[in-house]
């Protein structure tokens, strides 16, 4: 047992710390700071920063552009980005397809997409979801047919993040109809989104932001050389994507970041004519939510100081759970800090309430989705209820 | 920065544990050994003091182990596994905690000596019943008459105040308040004591002129040194000690509450085929691993010599909350049965409901917290004011 980080690691930090504050363009980080969405052109500078200096994927195996680090170690990257209001490298690049590819893929996909993967050249969008196919994914029903080289597909996804700036998808069809289980006969196939029959329909969220989509395959021809591991091996290529979808997704970073801001506006807020920090429920409620995001990343470091066998450790499936709760506590928090100003949301011009003000409701209806993306916390409840406490 | 024990560590954990399986794996044994005075096994402490673990976090010139927080930790948490009744945590960690604190070379041999070895029971009589979790002493005076002390007025609840063979008892004098000890068959002293909710025992200590000896030497003769500021690091301490027995208590609820959403048949078939049975117990799992969390941080922060009142606050708030949530759903998800004290799970919610009001509830740590909330942007758990010479800007 020892609390302080070791030297080396405490440079480690520094290092980070350093990078994140001063190599990344200060406009993307005040953007993130502001909790204003960013554009294509902001994720891919920030991206590019973080990969020319080896920083956009450490996670990745070494011979494709990884760091070989500790889990601990990639924890304290993770952390000190968030809390430098760095935008994470693009998930569906790094965490999903990248990883799969260096995993499942041949050496001439390897060649072909990992480079420009981590490098943001190639923007993925990810075609799971469907409209029947939520959290119980398996039952997904997008088809893919073979026609001599190629695999004919047809179908829908929905929900596909940010697919409005993607180049291509990592789609996952029905490839065997017939399969006993439903979970045999899916298959990962990869095809640009411009593609022939392709069509993407943005979807309006309650913050008035375009962030998902729906996307529809209508006989698009993808070269049988696009699919990624063996034909109806889609299923455990899904299930690996997923539990790296769940790494980091505790986001402790991000939510302290938030903290520290609920203070200083509370701090700048009048209300009875004190500050609204001095007033005890607010100091209360915002000290149980720290104490609460204190455990969390204690538990979070548990769970990475732990792992290095490569088992996960039990507790990992809390992380999700309770990171996600904190996450939509603290973006509550700033709505109710706001109060009436919190109405001004969709304010432009000739308003003068402040931006932080603005976006508060915005952001905390957007967060909602927290809970139930990668694995709602029903399905988690239902992992730690079956697999750890055997219920 | 790594959260696992060493290899002697785990020997002391595992050597604990079985010496308390044996003795109270059977909770209808427990229930036995609570029922009469003194409440608890004196053949399990002096077992206890054989293996060196009454004296575990004293210096060993004091007649101690040498160990520290952390090893007081892993005591602590077999101990709330089976609601072992032993005082650990009052007579070594909190009474005894003062004494290696404040007293002088020649008192803490005189009584740590001892306490180490299983012959004498230490209690702080401190609580008073007009105080609520202060660290000052209101109702208890000392008077100076030339070279003696004597104490008057009454200290309750005093958790083992009856059993106690050596009482320390803080006291108000000229110079705020100070710490005395007082012999069990001293003078002037009356203890009626009863049994607490939890199978433990507790008293009121009332003095009438007792003659007691000032512990430790600072201050002058008239205006003793004010130990309000050990007091409260003892407290931190204890309240850590504490964090961890609640952690072994809410292990042992939530494990016993699953085992019997297994095997419980209603409508046909067992309880765990009710999700909204399995997913309160998720939300169990999901509080005991967090607090879990926060009171090993606060364990290796009072090793490390970091802020330890803050450290130990953070894990009374967390492991608070957490000890409800557990002590209350384990009653609920065991029905009629877990209210009774025939049956084991509902001890763990009384103990859990004690542990939560000996020091300080959960609300008490929040508005401490809560008054310097304002102070720190973040938290750093590794860093200042919690890991001392951590990091360039600590």
């Given at each position: 047992?020892?609390?302080?980080?070791?030297?080396?690691?405490?440079?480690?930090?520094?290092?980070?710390?350093?990078?994140?504050?001063?190599?990344?363009?200060?406009?993307?980080?005040?953007?993130?700071?502001?909790?204003?969405?960013?554009?294509?052109?902001?994720?891919?500078?920030?991206?590019?920063?973080?990969?020319?200096?080896?920083?956009?994927?450490?996670?990745?195996?070494?011979?494709?552009?990884?760091?070989?680090?500790t889990p601990l170690q990639r924890h304290i990257w993770r952390e000190e980005?968030?809390?430098?209001?760095?935008?994470?490298?693009?998930?569906?690049?790094?965490?999903?397809?990248?990883?799969?590819?260096?995993?499942?893929?041949?050496?001439?996909?390897?060649?072909?997409?990992?480079?420009?993967?981590?490098n943001l050249d190639i923007w993925w969008c990810q075609g799971f979801s469907e409209p029947d196919a939520g959290s119980d994914l398996a039952s997904l029903r997008t088809t893919a047919v073979r026609d001599g080289d190629d695999w004919i597909v047809n179908g829908q996804k929905t929900w596909t993040t940010l697919g409005q700036y993607a180049d291509w998808i990592f789609c996952l069809c029905r490839t065997d109809p017939t399969a006993e289980k439903k979970q045999r006969g899916i298959s990962l196939l990869l095809f640009p989104m411009d593609t022939p029959g392709v069509t993407l329909r943005p979807i309006e969220l309650l913050d008035g932001g375009f962030e998902v989509n729906e996307v529809f395959f209508e006989d698009v021809r993808v070269p049988a050389e696009n699919l990624v591991g063996e034909e109806n091996q889609g299923w455990t290529i899904a299930k690996f994507l997923l539990g790296n979808e769940r790494v980091g997704i505790a986001r402790v970073g991000t939510t302290k970041y938030y903290l520290s801001l609920a203070k200083d506006l509370a701090r700048q807020t009048t209300a009875g004519g004190r500050p609204l920090l001095d007033d005890p429920r607010m100091a209360g409620r915002i000290a149980e939510i720290e104490n609460e995001l204190l455990a969390l990343e204690l538990t979070a470091l548990r769970v990475v100081?732990?792992?290095?066998?490569?088992r996960p450790h039990p507790a990992s499936s809390v992380l999700k759970l309770r990171g996600s709760e904190l996450q939509q506590a603290a973006t509550e928090l700033l709505v109710d800090i706001a109060g009436p100003l919190s109405l001004a949301s969709f304010a432009d011009g000739g308003s003068e309430v402040p931006d932080w003000a603005r976006v508060a409701t915005p952001e905390y209806l957007n967060y909602r989705k927290v809970s139930i993306y990668g694995g709602s916390n029903e399905v988690q409840r239902t992992i730690i209820a079956g697999t750890i406490l055997g219920l | 920065m790594d959260f696992q024990f060493d290899s002697e560590q785990n020997d002391l954990r595992e050597a604990v544990r079985g010496l308390l399986e044996r003795a109270y794996g059977d909770a209808e044994e427990r229930r036995r050994v609570t029922r009469a005075d003194p409440g608890f096994d004196e053949k399990t402490w002096a077992r206890l003091a054989e293996m060196g673990v009454l004296g575990l976090p004293f210096a060993e010139a004091d007649g101690g182990m040498g160990a520290g927080p952390i090893e007081v930790a892993i005591v602590a948490e077999q101990i709330g596994r089976v609601l072992a009744p032993e005082p650990f945590v009052e007579a070594v960690v909190l009474a005894g905690g003062?004494?290696?604190?404040?007293?002088?070379?020649?008192?803490?041999?005189?009584?740590?000596?001892?306490?180490?070895?299983?012959?004498?029971?230490?209690?702080?009589?401190?609580?008073?019943?007009?105080?609520?979790?202060?660290?000052?002493?209101?109702?208890?005076?000392?008077?100076?008459?030339?070279?003696?002390?004597?104490?008057?007025?009454?200290?309750?609840?005093?958790?083992?105040?009856?059993?106690?063979?050596?009482?320390?008892?803080?006291?108000?004098?000229?110079?705020?308040?100070?710490?005395?000890?007082?012999?069990?068959?001293?003078?002037?002293?009356?203890?009626?004591?009863?049994?607490?909710?939890?199978?433990g025992r507790a008293a009121n200590v009332t003095f009438a002129a007792t003659p007691a000896r000032l512990l430790g030497d600072g201050g002058s003769p008239t205006h003793p040194a004010d130990r309000t500021p050990d007091i409260e690091r003892a407290f931190a301490l204890a309240r850590i000690a504490y964090a961890n027995e609640a952690v072994g208590a809410m292990d042992t609820a939530l494990r016993t509450t699953s085992e019997y959403l297994t095997t419980r048949k209603q409508f046909g078939v067992t309880l765990n085929k009710f999700q909204a049975l399995t997913f309160r117990a998720a939300d169990m799992y999901v509080s005991l691993e967090l607090a879990r969390s926060v009171a090993l941080w606060a364990s290796m922060v009072a090793d490390a010599g970091g802020d330890v009142v803050s450290a130990a606050d953070r894990a009374r708030l967390q492991t608070s909350r957490a000890g409800r949530h557990i002590g209350q759903e384990a009653i609920q998800l065991h029905g009629g049965i877990g209210v009774t004290a025939e049956y084991k799970v509902?001890?763990?919610?009384?103990?859990?409901?004690?542990?939560?009001?000996?020091?300080?509830?959960?609300?008490?740590?929040?508005?401490?917290?809560?008054?310097?909330?304002?102070?720190?942007?973040?938290?750093?758990?590794?860093?200042?004011?919690?890991?001392?010479?951590?990091?360039v800007d600590a």
């Open positions: 047992m020892r609390l302080q980080l070791s030297p080396e690691l405490e440079a480690f930090r520094e290092e980070m710390r350093t990078f994140f504050t001063t190599q990344v363009p200060q406009e993307i980080r005040d953007t993130v700071a502001a909790r204003r969405h960013l554009g294509k052109d902001d994720y891919v500078r920030a991206q590019r920063a973080l990969n020319a200096a080896g920083l956009a994927v450490p996670h990745w195996p070494v011979e494709w552009g990884g760091k070989d680090w980005m968030q809390l430098a209001c760095v935008p994470e490298p693009l998930a569906f690049n790094t965490s999903m397809i990248g990883p799969v590819l260096a995993q499942f893929g041949n050496q001439e996909q390897k060649e072909r997409y990992l480079a420009k993967t981590a100081a732990n792992s290095a066998d490569g | 003062l004494v290696a604190a404040v007293g002088t070379a020649e008192q803490r041999a005189e009584l740590l000596g001892p306490l180490s070895e299983g012959s004498s029971v230490l209690a702080f009589a401190h609580a008073e019943p007009a105080t609520r979790w202060s660290a000052a002493a209101v109702g208890v005076t000392a008077t100076r008459d030339g070279d003696a002390w004597t104490l008057t007025g009454v200290k309750e609840p005093v958790l083992a105040g009856a059993r106690a063979d050596v009482l320390v008892v803080s006291a108000v004098t000229g110079g705020g308040t100070a710490l005395f000890v007082v012999d069990g068959d001293a003078t002037g002293l009356t203890r009626t004591g009863y049994r607490t909710h939890d199978g509902g001890h763990y919610t009384s103990r859990l409901t004690a542990i939560d009001h000996v020091l300080g509830d959960g609300d008490f740590a929040l508005d401490r917290l809560a008054a310097t909330v304002g102070d720190h942007p973040t938290v750093d758990p590794l860093g200042a004011p919690y890991a001392p010479g951590a990091g």
